[in-house]
């Protein structure tokens, strides 16, 4: 019976590979949006939004220096979205049926779904810490490897929000309104772009909605690891939407009581 599981596993996350390897433009367009960011509107800003003295930095960093962990949790919250986007393309063409007829447990059919879009995604965010090191954002060597960990978890967590969401989408056209609905006001309302602490000085209550963001959770954890520290607070809060996210998409996948049901997808 493991080894029926562990071939389950294996087998999807070999053909999300495949798909990967065969959609070229998905690893480039994964990474043009980070690097854009970085090489350009990182020049852009860095007179504007200097940042101050504050954890895990030591002294004041140049402004591509902080938003790098902010560009690899949107490198992973875009992975995670189109990883969904497929399960929704793959649910209109019918071959998501084949999945979801198997005999092991659909709660398990679906992590093994996130597991090997999270490989995807942790492997895209160290080619474009790569790229960053070149570009003079040199985090301790050590770093890399501590950063793992939180490349994992956050992964999860982005994975497993758009898994929900795609229980919800049942045409392929609709999802990707939905993913500028949920990526852009993560992305913004959040610790990737600007310390916390410049949003309070103009608005307390965006700071309290961006303290809360998920994606937040995502990039500060990241950004502590990246510089062998470990932000506690981040962890247990990624842990938490991790579950909330997982539970309410099993439920939502779920033929007896989620939307699956209730929308007329296969089953």
């Known amino acids: 019976m493991i080894a029926a599981y562990l071939h389950c596993l294996r087998g999807i996350i070999v053909r999300e590979g495949l798909r990967?390897?065969?959609?070229?433009?998905?690893?480039?367009?994964?990474?043009?949006?980070?690097?854009?960011?970085?090489?350009?509107?990182?020049?852009?800003?860095?007179?504007?939004?200097?940042?101050?003295?504050?954890?895990?930095?030591?002294?004041?960093?140049?402004?591509?220096?902080?938003?790098?962990?902010?560009?690899?949790?949107?490198?992973?919250?875009?992975?995670?979205?189109?990883?969904?986007?497929?399960?929704?393309?793959?649910?209109?063409?019918g071959s998501m049926k084949t999945l979801l007829i198997s005999p092991l447990p659909r709660w398990y059919l679906l992590v093994c779904k996130l597991l090997a879009g999270v490989t995807v995604s942790v492997l895209q965010a160290y080619v474009f810490l790569a790229v960053a090191w070149f570009w003079g954002v040199q985090?301790?060597?050590?770093?890399?490897?501590?950063?793992?960990?939180?490349?994992?978890?956050?992964?999860?967590?982005?994975?497993?929000l758009g898994l929900l969401l795609s229980s919800f989408i049942k045409q392929l056209e609709n999802f990707a309104g939905v993913m500028n609905f949920v990526i852009f006001p993560m992305f913004f309302a959040s610790s990737a772009l600007y310390p916390l602490w410049r949003v309070r000085e103009s608005s307390p209550?965006?700071?309290?909605?961006?303290?809360?963001?998920?994606?937040?959770?995502?990039?500060?954890l990241i950004r502590f690891a990246l510089y062998g520290q470990f932000d506690l607070v981040a962890c247990l809060g990624l842990a938490g939407y991790l579950v909330l996210f997982l539970a309410c998409a099993i439920i939502g996948y779920d033929p007896a009581r989620g939307l699956m049901e209730r929308r007329g997808a296969p089953g």
Not at 29 to 47: K, Q
Not at 210 to 218: G, S
């Open 139 to 160: 985090p301790p060597l050590l770093g890399y490897l501590a950063v793992l960990p939180a490349l994992i978890l956050s992964g999860l967590m982005l994975g497993a």
């Open 205 to 220: 209550l965006l700071a309290d909605i961006c303290a809360v963001n998920p994606f937040t959770q995502a990039v500060e």
């Open 20 to 93: 990967f390897v065969h959609q070229r433009e998905r690893f480039v367009s994964a990474l043009v949006r980070p690097l854009v960011w970085l090489f350009i509107f990182a020049a852009g800003f860095r007179a504007v939004l200097g940042v101050s003295v504050m954890p895990p930095y030591d002294t004041y960093v140049l402004y591509e220096v902080y938003i790098v962990p902010g560009l690899v949790a949107m490198i992973q919250l875009f992975n995670g979205m189109q990883s969904s986007l497929s399960i929704v393309y793959d649910r209109e063409m």
